[in-house]
């Protein structure tokens, strides 16, 4: 099992580090800014080998270039989004495999947020890093993709085993958890998550990560082919796609 740490970025961001105890091997994903993956190494005696990224947004790279510059850590992303992140040095593609130490992960394309999204999936460790596609409590605006596009990758997302811990990489859980209500206000397990979230961020705790099962009970995204969250927004009638575009066009303005 891969050891996780948790770390707060920017204003609002996370980077995560996996570290396999056995071979030493440590990876970084994404890099909001440099000094505090590197204060994390520091703490837990670690060095850094590789550079894993979700997507081209400034705030998940802006440091991976002074932190390969630090570590000499090999930097790896999407084939498909090569020409705006900074230089890989192994291009991944859709549903190919790598290994941190001795654990395979799995690449998922998960386009809406932009279009060349992906995700890593770690499944002997039950981790999932989402970045900005599926989200505590929410998912990320659809920038680039269309709501179809965002559906159908958060569907694949839902499949994986509900222990998975979701590893996403910002602190919205609040304020998603907030708008959910609006369209769950008798749901008891968000009424539970909310008060959770609230009393994390209180201590000046994360929120992230969580797990799919918890994603799966509470978060609209993942839960518009209910009835219960159709007749919410007021189409009963209507396909899961419809409704899902419906739930994020009014989280947008919300």
């Known amino acids: 099992m891969l050891d996780l740490v948790t770390i707060p970025c920017l204003t609002d961001n996370y980077a995560y580090l996996i570290h396999d105890p056995d071979t030493g091997q440590t990876a970084v994903i994404d890099v909001p800014e440099p ?9 837990h005696h670690w060095r850094l080998t590789d550079i894993l990224i979700t997507h081209h947004h400034d705030d998940h790279i802006q440091g991976v270039d002074a932190l390969r510059a630090r570590t000499g850590a090999m930097v790896l992303g999407a084939s498909a989004d090569a020409h705006r992140l900074p230089r890989l040095d192994v291009a991944l593609d859709a549903n190919c495999s790598f290994s941190v130490g001795r654990e395979t992960a799995r690449v998922i394309e998960v386009p809406g947020h932009t279009i060349g ?35 159908a990758s958060l569907a694949k997302l839902a499949q994986l085993p509900p222990e998975t811990l979701v590893c996403s990489g ?57 009835p219960a969250l159709k007749t919410a927004v007021g189409l009963p009638d209507a396909d899961d796609v419809t409704v899902f575009a419906e739930i994020r066009a009014r989280k947008d303005k919300f």
């Open 35 to 43: 000094g505090p993956v590197l204060a994390a190494l520091d703490a």
């Open 117 to 151: 999204h992906i995700a890593f999936h770690f499944p002997e460790s039950r981790l999932l890093f989402t970045a900005d596609s599926l989200m505590a409590g929410g998912c990320g605006r659809l920038f680039e993709g269309t709501a179809r596009q965002m559906h």
């Open 170 to 226: 910002h602190e919205y859980t609040t304020s998603n958890l907030r708008f959910a209500l609006t369209l769950e206000p008798d749901n008891p397990q968000l009424i539970s998550r909310a008060a959770e979230v609230a009393s994390f961020r209180a201590q000046g705790r994360p929120t992230v990560p969580s797990s799919l099962a918890t994603e799966l009970a509470t978060n609209p995204y993942l839960r518009a082919h209910l």
